[in-house]
């Protein structure tokens, strides 16, 4: 046998040997016959090729390679059982790891409604992969992230979703322009304005031309930005 090919349960025989220092009682201890313990000893020194316990003042100590093989065995029963603990909280939804996909619109929605879920399952990693939608789509495509907020989600027998939030779309302008002094205003006034817009592909730029051409409205002067930090800033500055 291979030292690969090692099985836990011949690790977990071994470990009992050396912690009881006797056959019969690490028998006992697993509820296993004393012929099987011994089995299971000659197996695992034969896998190793060396000689693991001897017998000192009528009991099994390890030699000093039954040493190392005893303190591997611990680490890597160990590690599985803190494995084991971990399966049990990831299938609670207490531990683990996910990603979301995000559109640039709900970048700043998707932290104040995560921070109460953070709070309550502070072991669980979140990983926010933020773009425009295009990026995000392909993500989506891809299966890169365990879920997705858009602000106009995809559509397709392959796609469950579900609206949340409101997030309603309003025109932004610099706080000494005209129209910033009215308290209703028509659209139409303001079609010879210069209107700052995203990038095509972009769900507010989509939802911006779907309601143009509802009014039957067409722009003369946009200027396309690829980010919405930027636009609030161009427009803030004026």
Known sequence: MNIRH???????VYIAVVRTGSISQAAAQLHLTQPTVSLQIKRLTEAVGELLLEVRDGQYQPTFVGKELYHAALDALTRFDDFNDFLSDAAQ?????????????????????????????????????????GSVLQRFQNQMDDLYLFSHPPTGDHVISGRFLRNPLVLIAPSNHWAAQKTQIDFSELINERFLMREPGSATRMVFETFLREQNVQLHKTLQIESNEVIRMSVETG
């Not at 090692?6 to 977990?12: E, G, I, P, V």
């Not at 990603?99 to 104040?112: D, E, F, K, N």
Request: aromatic content about 12%; glycine content about 8%.
């Open 6 to 12: 090692l099985t836990f349960r011949l690790l977990q």
């Open 93 to 133: 939804g207490t531990k683990g790891h996910f990603s979301i996909g995000v559109v640039t619109t709900a970048q700043y929605v998707l932290p104040r409604l995560l921070s109460p879920y953070a709070q309550q399952y502070p072991a669980v990693d979140v990983t926010f992969n933020i773009g425009n939608r």
